[in-house]
């Protein structure tokens, strides 16, 4: 299990990570400006330059889900679709060896958008996707959005003014599933690892669905999240549920 700690437990963990999994995320940054320059980082070290405007890049896809899929090969960077592949949808990448023809905003600075996709078969090049489309999906969530959530420092469950009112937050947990098959829970967790209480997961973007594969050799992680109403106080204490929320993205920060 992942335990939050400071910047350097922090460090060390992707450290970890990267190695092991194909230097997955760029780094972990306890800074915004560290992880803006992150991804062209972890590019370089790749081999890889990323500019602004359109770059060709290839590799095997390992992850995908909605509009989104990932590349070990580009480390740093989700790869990004606004239209329908041919054939089906960017899980029909999966395993695929592919040509990525892509757009980088620095505003954005770790995602690409895709403008082609070219599928390797044998010693040719089908093409799967085309676009002219520089716009982003609409669930993707920016490093200068992300600043908007603040952490929600929550200590118990009739502290209702410790969300109440918030509108957005993120929360640092795992998710675990309710009873009866009803869908998800949050379980909101301390710096021990002990549950403080549950938030009812009402619904998750697609680039929060990804991003839980994604890090899949984690369990847990912060949640960002849209507060919505909470559970009756007199109803709390049996299963320690607070308010219910949807959930807009995921990360190690």
Not at 11 to 21: P, Q, R, S
Not at 87 to 96: E, F, P, Q
Not at 179 to 193: F, K, V, W
Request: hydrophobic share 40%.
């Amino acid at each position: 299990m992942f335990h939050k700690g400071g910047c350097g437990k922090i460090a060390g963990t992707a450290g970890l990570v990267l190695f092991t999994f194909a230097v997955m995320m760029s780094a972990v940054g306890c800074q915004k400006k560290a992880e803006e320059t992150a991804a062209a980082g972890a590019a370089e070290e790749a081999g890889l330059t990323i500019k602004e405007g359109l770059n060709e890049v290839q590799g095997i896809v390992k992850t995908a889900l909605g509009n989104y899929f990932y590349l070990p090969q580009v480390p740093g960077f989700d790869i990004a679709v606004t239209g329908q592949i041919q054939g089906g949808d960017v899980t029909s990448l999966i395993d695929k060896s592919v040509v990525v023809k892509a757009l980088f905003n620095r505003q954005d600075p770790n995602l690409l958008v895709a403008q082609s996709i070219d599928v390797k078969e044998g010693d040719g090049l089908t093409r799967v996707y085309d676009s002219n489309d520089p716009s982003s999906p609409p669930d993707h969530l920016t490093q200068a959005e992300r600043a908007e959530y603040a952490e929600l420092k929550i200590t118990g469950i009739n502290k209702s003014e410790e969300w109440e009112g918030k509108g957005k937050g993120k929360v640092y947990g795992q998710l675990i599933p309710r009873p009866n098959n009803e869908g998800r829970y949050l379980s909101i967790l301390d710096a021990a690892g002990k549950e403080i209480g549950k938030v009812i997961v009402d619904g998750a973007t697609n680039y929060a669905e990804y991003y839980m594969k994604k890090l899949r050799l984690f369990d847990t992680y912060y949640f960002y999240l849209t507060v919505k109403e909470s559970v009756a106080r007199n109803l709390r204490p049996k299963a320690r549920e607070l308010f219910r929320a949807d959930i807009i993205a995921v990360g190690l920060y």
